[in-house]
């Protein structure tokens, strides 16, 4: 039985793995975002939120420092025309300092609270498919940083496909520790 049950679950994770890359052979090229905290929480981190958000635009400009280790046109086999790093480093920087630790380690994002951060991005509206990271919960005691990759209409902020993802953190220094989560989640993707 238990054989069975685990048979069961690859093939539907297959088959949802499956409906991603479908949709990405549809998709020409895209307009990537960087990641965005603007919604993010961190659970049993010491540093100070003022550090965080630092460190938040810190590992965004890695994927034009360090492009190579960070290429998310390489792992989704699709043409980047543009970094545009300007949209999340504003949201990040007005994050709420005094709301981003969370007691919560259970701390997730609703479908609604992905479509507001997407819809509050301030990105020229124009023709084509973006692409965002969304940071959900940064779990210093688990040692994980939970995020959601959303694709989206870049002129109407529909989102076209979406799916959670994580990754262990790891690094020395606050950046490249929760740098270390962002690039297992390229990595996956």
Same mark, same amino acid.
């Given at each position: 039985?238990?054989?069975?049950?685990?048979?069961?679950?690859?093939?539907?994770?297959?088959?949802?793995?499956?409906?991603?890359?479908?949709?990405?052979?549809?998709?020409?090229?895209?307009?990537?975002?960087?990641?965005?905290?603007?919604?993010?929480?961190?659970?049993?981190?010491?540093?100070?939120?003022?550090?965080?958000?630092?460190?938040?635009?810190?590992?965004?400009?890695? #994927?034009? !420092? %360090?492009? *190579?280790?960070?290429?998310?046109?390489?792992?989704?086999?699709? /043409?980047?025309?543009?970094?545009? +790093?300007?949209?999340?480093?504003?949201?990040?920087?007005?994050?709420?300092?005094?709301?981003?630790?969370?007691?919560?380690?259970?701390?997730?994002?609703?479908?609604?609270?992905?479509?507001?951060?997407?819809?509050?991005?301030?990105?020229?509206?124009?023709?084509?498919?973006?692409?965002?990271?969304?940071?959900?919960?940064?779990?210093?005691?688990?040692?994980?940083?939970?995020?959601?990759?959303?694709? #989206?209409? !870049? %002129?109407? *902020?529909?989102?076209?496909?979406?799916?959670?993802?994580?990754? /262990?953190?790891?690094?020395?220094? +606050?950046?490249?520790?929760?740098?270390?989560?962002?690039?297992?989640?390229?990595?996956?993707?």
């Amino acid at each position: 039985m238990k054989k069975l049950f685990t048979l069961l679950f690859l093939a539907t994770s297959m088959i949802c793995f499956g409906q991603n890359k479908n949709f990405l052979k549809e998709v020409e090229s895209i307009n990537f975002y960087g990641v965005d905290y603007s919604a993010a929480k961190v659970f049993g981190a010491a540093e100070a939120p003022e550090e965080f958000r630092i460190a938040f635009a810190r590992i965004n400009r890695l #994927f034009i !420092t %360090e492009g *190579k280790k960070y290429d998310v046109s390489k792992k989704l086999k699709v /043409k980047v025309n543009e970094i545009s +790093l300007n949209a999340v480093d504003k949201v990040n920087q007005d994050i709420d300092l005094s709301q981003l630790m969370t007691t919560s380690p259970d701390y997730t994002l609703s479908e609604q609270d992905i479509k507001r951060v997407v819809e509050a991005l301030p990105i020229q509206s124009k023709p084509g498919i973006g692409l965002i990271i969304i940071a959900k919960l940064l779990n210093k005691a688990e040692t994980y940083g939970s995020y959601q990759v959303v694709f #989206f209409n !870049t %002129e109407t *902020k529909e989102i076209v496909e979406e799916w959670a993802t994580g990754g /262990k953190a790891r690094g020395f220094g +606050l950046r490249n520790y929760w740098a270390g989560s962002i690039h297992k989640v390229i990595n996956n993707l």
